[in-house]
């Protein structure tokens, strides 16, 4: 699979109450070529809606990929791949940085009764998480580089694995969509911090 000529990464960052997310579309050659902004509720539900309402309102035909940084942001305001998916008609997938048993217990301590049933209902329809090891080696004695993990909707998994692999920057750990999301997060968090 070729490498998809842009691709929109969005990150969160959570402050008390709201989580300011960044949208950054990123050319196969790392460069970035558009920002947007919004926000959900921290503990909310309303991730997916401020994923879909970026999409919109940057309103980029162009893009081929949208990646997401995890898929529960905002303390488990989950992320809806497939209903993503389906309102962009474009390959969507999460990307993590870390071994995980999984949400669901984490979710039954949490929440319970409609809270609870709502977050199961869309963590329950999310793709497995596929392991997706490096090519690289890291600088320290030739280590193997730490491995992602990507879920996917409209991708196979494996051509979404190759599309992340080719987003990392040498230096890096995330790719790179994702990366400069994060920081535009983090930047439009503290902009608009709560007072």
Do not use: K
């Not at 579309?25 to 994923?51: E, M, N, Q, R």
């Amino acid at each position: 699979m070729s490498q998809p000529s842009r691709t929109l990464g969005i990150a969160f960052s959570d402050g008390d109450r709201t989580s300011y997310l960044a949208g950054a579309v990123v050319t196969a050659d790392g460069a970035l070529d558009g920002l947007g902004f919004g926000s959900c509720t921290v503990g909310g539900v309303d991730a997916t809606d401020a994923v879909l309402a970026l999409v919109d309102r940057l309103g980029r035909e162009d893009v081929r990929h949208v990646a997401v940084a995890g898929i529960a942001p905002a303390w488990f305001n989950l992320i809806d791949l497939p209903r993503i998916r389906d309102a962009v008609a474009r390959p969507v997938y999460s990307v993590s940085y870390e071994e995980s048993p999984g949400l669901e217990p984490a979710l039954r301590e949490a929440f319970d009764g409609e809270a609870l049933a709502r977050r199961l209902d869309i963590y329950r329809s999310l793709p497995p998480r596929a392991r997706v090891e490096r090519d690289e080696t890291g600088e320290s004695a030739g280590d193997p580089l730490e491995p992602l993990f990507v879920r996917a909707v409209g991708v196979e998994t494996d051509d979404a694995a190759a599309a992340v692999r080719g987003l990392v920057r040498e230096g890096f750990r995330r790719p790179e969509p994702l990366r400069i999301a994060a920081i535009a997060a983090s930047a439009h968090r503290e902009a608009t911090a709560e007072g």
